[in-house]
């Protein structure tokens, strides 16, 4: 499954996804030694965009915001 889709399933927003697929990548390349090769590359930045997906959307909900 790409980051794309799985940004988008659970944001619910072909801008948002874009966005975030942008931050999964930033994350990455700022600090390279947490990908740890326990795992595919294509796992770890899932996971990475799983994260910062549940972050944002909790967040929101802290803040009481929707984007839809």
Do not use: D, I
């Not at 794309?4 to 944001?11: E, N, Q």
């Not at 770890?44 to 909900?61: D, E, F, H, P, W």
């Amino acid at each position: 499954m790409s980051v794309l889709r799985r940004c988008r399933g659970l944001l619910g927003s072909e801008a948002e996804a874009k966005y975030m697929v942008q931050e999964v990548f930033l994350k990455a390349l700022e600090n390279p030694k947490a990908f740890q090769g326990r795992s595919s590359a294509s796992t770890y930045l899932y996971g990475v965009a799983t994260n910062l997906c549940l972050n944002k959307l909790r967040n929101q909900s802290a803040r009481g915001e929707s984007w839809h």
